[in-house]
Nanobody, 127 residues
Framework: VQLVESGGGLAQPGDSLSVSCAASLITLSDYAVGWIRQAPGKEREGITCISANDGPAYYADSVKGRFFASRDNAKSAVTLQLDNLKPEDTGTYYC?????????????????????WGQGALVAVSS
């Protein structure tokens, strides 16, 4: 199994970017997928979990209302749309297979401990 992140780039505050996660050898729609980011010099932060089989997505408070996860099942991919970017969104964004998604307090944050397999996609937000 291989997860490959793509997208991201350089943006100004208020701009939008997207990052995508594609999988090989598995049908990604059968799995919950977590997004984790790591800012320079900071701990990993779980930010989003999108449920398997087109179930709901859950978001950390830091990105809620600005980031939106979706699936492209035909491409076995998940995309995270990043809107209204802020400088504190700068970091490397990783996707990972998650056990399941939950709305329980702390559940999205707990994604930070997942094994990260891809190289990540860099997002840099600066004016």
């Amino acid at each position: 199994v291989q997860l490959v992140e793509s997208g991201g780039g350089l943006a100004q505050p208020g701009d939008s970017l997207s990052v995508s996660c594609a999988a090989s050898l598995i049908t990604l729609s059968d799995y919950a997928v977590g997004w984790i980011r790591q800012a320079p010099g900071k701990e990993r932060e779980g930010i989003t979990c999108i449920s398997a089989n087109d179930g709901p997505a859950y978001y950390a408070d830091s990105v809620k209302g600005r980031f939106f996860a979706s699936r492209d099942n035909a491409k076995s991919a998940v995309t995270l749309q990043l809107d209204n970017l802020k400088p504190e969104d700068t970091g490397t964004y990783y996707c990972a297979l998650a056990p399941r998604c939950s709305a329980a307090p702390g559940a999205v944050a707990a994604l930070s401990v997942l094994d990260l397999w891809g190289q990540g996609a860099l997002v840099a937000v600066s004016s």
